[in-house]
Nanobody
Framework: QVQLVESGGGLVQAGGSLRLSCAAS????????MGWYRQAPGKQRELVAT???????NYADSVKGRFTISRDNAKNTVYLQMNRLKPEDTAVYYC???????????????WGQGTQVTVSS
């Protein structure tokens, strides 16, 4: 059983910063790609940023230059540093990871429970 647990969300004023963390735990052999997605009220879930096990990163155009994704493989954790936040960044942020685990080892996509980020104007 694998779990993703997010932390770091909250309320911040426009122009401020937040750092999200997502830790994976359980029967883990290897974590491939990890990422962050977000869903605002009335909108579809969208990609924010991803990072591969080779540390290749990808960002949504709307967050390029403001957000930075990173990972600590020793801690099975992915981070999202969010700077210069805007009201339109308000959403529930979800952690995502492709994890090889279990016995026999299989590749499964996991999602966290989500953490609320609210940016006031």
């Amino acid at each position: 059983q694998v779990q993703l647990v997010e932390s770091g969300g909250g309320l911040v004023q426009a122009g401020g910063s937040l750092r999200l963390s997502c830790a994976a735990s359980g029967s883990i052999f290897h974590i491939n790609a990890m990422g962050w997605y977000r869903q605002a009220p009335g909108k579809q879930r969208e990609l924010v940023a991803t990072i591969t096990d080779a540390v290749n990163t990808n960002y949504a155009d709307s967050v390029k230059g403001r957000f930075t994704i990173s990972r600590d493989n020793a801690k099975n954790t992915v981070y999202l540093q969010m700077n210069r936040l805007k009201p339109e960044d308000t959403a529930v942020y979800y952690c995502n990871a492709d994890i090889q685990g279990g016995s026999p080892v299989i590749l499964v996509e996991y999602w966290g429970q989500g953490t609320q980020v609210t940016v006031s104007s």
